[in-house]
């Protein structure tokens, strides 16, 4: 097992009174991620369309994409996405969804005169920016070390007497945290007597392997409804800005069960929930400065959220025919985050009446620009703890899409697309921890780098088109059920099939 970098972090944070503590930046990093989604033609050029813009999931990126319209249009995008998620390179879990991926409608005024000013365009976008549905389970005939240890070492220095009290009363006493009051129920540990100390039950069984099954599940999204407004001037400069409102929504449920040697056994199940919604400002630009070629970039304010969540657990163990259950009443908590601002740069090549290549560069400034405060929108000690652990944890994220757009015939379109990007968590990055609080789950994934493949075709008939796009998405990460467990690899393979179709008029 490794020593982690927040295993210190639990020594200054453990004596602070932080019981309300839901959140860590753990959860900060999952409400401020995005993945590739919209518009069947955006997806299937991988999202590359930062310099050419003309399609609605465009303005998700770069608003100024809004300004290459010379007509109104409406459309509509749903996709169905299977998603595979393995844990060691064991057998994967599968997870299947279908979503409304992109509404929106871009209405377009044209300068009769058509010099200057040529169009001033405006829209009404809805974008699903992240799908975060999977599911992945592990297990370990002999695991060498216990979840049994973790929570005793959590404990250590409680005072025995704690526990003397009815288990409701623990429950409010802010001196315990809930991880521990669970493990006392399920006789996880054992008081050593004379002293504040605890040995694990791992330890009394001899430290013998473990049977060990984890199981994890999540599921929401986040959304992004925008209201538009960008220009085209002389056919040369384009601009566009726009005004966000992000939804939140993510569950999970974690449940990790062991079984030792003398047969006894036991399942600690948690439940975490976000929900919460966001503002964002963007702004764009692309110039034409030859027909050919096309330069844009676009800049994102950070997203400010204001998130509520809730966290509970239950305890069940067994030992031989004696079966109990204990469980956490439900906690309620309050976070204001301040998500990484982006910026874009992209170039195009048009190639004619033919097609399109499209380059696009991301970057965001995770290291410092993600930002946590309390329900009340303060900077309190412990959030500025929680920051300076996000800073040595995380680094600036960079994402690099490319795609093409191919026209044999100007009714019918060929498109291939990909992307990566580059891991942005440390690896020896840690989930802090804290011996008073009320989150009871302990796990933890560090996310590695992403990539995806892309491909789909278009057919256009008079002011009617039909778009449908393949993405293959891989999301590698490494998986620990607590701060000191060994590595486990995570890997997502998403499947996502998009359809959309759109009228111009």
Request: hydrophobic share 35%; proline share 3%; with cysteine.
């Amino acid at each position: 097992m490794k020593q982690k970098i927040a295993c210190m972090v639990v020594a200054l944070l453990t004596t602070m009174g932080i019981y309300a503590q839901n959140q860590t930046f753990y959860d900060a990093i999952t409400a401020s991620s995005s993945e590739l989604n919209g518009t069947a033609r955006f997806v299937a050029v991988g999202g590359a369309m930062g310099a050419l813009g003309g399609d609605a999931s465009t303005v998700a990126y770069n608003p100024a994409g809004i300004g290459v319209y010379r007509s109104s249009e409406l459309s509509i995008t749903g996709n169905l996405h299977w998603t595979n998620t393995s844990m060691g390179g064991q057998q994967p879990s599968n997870y299947i969804t279908a979503n409304l991926a992109n509404v929106s409608y871009i209405g377009t005024w044209l300068n009769p005169k058509a010099k200057g000013v040529i169009t001033i365009n405006f829209g009404i976008t809805y974008n699903r920016l992240k799908n975060f549905s999977r599911e992945g389970r592990y297990y370990n005939s002999a695991q060498p070390y216990s979840l049994s240890q973790f929570i005793t070492q959590q404990t250590n220095g409680l005072d025995p007497m704690a526990f003397s009290q009815e288990v409701r009363d623990q429950f409010t006493d802010q001196n315990i945290g809930w991880r521990s009051i669970l493990g006392y129920q399920a006789y996880l540990f054992n008081p050593i007597d004379g002293t504040n100390q605890y040995v694990s039950k791992f330890a009394l069984e001899g430290g013998k392997p473990v049977s060990s099954n984890l199981q994890f599940s999540e599921h929401g999204s986040v959304s992004e409804y925008a209201l538009s407004l960008g220009g085209n001037v002389a056919n040369i400069f384009y601009w566009g800005m726009s005004v966000n409102c992000d939804y939140l929504y993510y569950q999970k449920r974690i449940t990790q069960q062991e079984t030792f040697n003398d047969g006894y056994s036991y399942t600690l199940a948690n439940h975490y929930q976000m929900e919460g919604s966001g503002f964002t400002y963007k702004v764009g630009f692309i110039v034409k400065p030859v027909n050919w070629l096309r330069i844009g970039g676009a800049f994102h304010t950070p997203t400010w959220f204001y998130i509520k969540d809730w966290t509970s657990a239950e305890i069940g163990f067994k030992n031989n025919l004696d079966y109990k259950r204990e469980e956490t009443p439900r906690a309620d908590g309050w976070l204001n985050l301040q998500s990484p601002l982006k910026a874009l740069g992209s170039i195009g090549f048009v190639l004619g009446k033919f097609g399109f290549i499209g380059v696009d560069y991301e970057y965001s400034n995770y290291h410092c620009g993600m930002i946590l405060r309390n329900g009340d929108n303060h900077l309190t000690p412990e959030m500025e703890e929680m920051n300076d652990a996000a800073k040595n944890a995380l680094t600036d994220r960079h994402t690099v899409r490319i795609g093409m757009e191919f026209k044999p015939i100007e009714a019918l379109s060929l498109r291939l697309g990909g992307g990566y990007s580059f891991p942005y968590t440390m690896t020896d990055a840690s989930r802090p921890y804290y011996s008073n609080d009320v989150r009871c789950d302990t796990e933890y994934y560090n996310n590695q780098n992403a990539y995806n493949a892309t491909c789909g075709i278009g057919y256009r008939i008079g002011r009617h088109a039909i778009d449908l796009a393949y993405v293959w998405q891989v999301n590698n990460a490494t998986y620990y059920s607590f701060a000191d467990a060994d590595p486990i690899s995570l890997r997502s393979v998403r499947n996502q099939v998009v359809l959309t179709y759109g009228i111009r008029f």
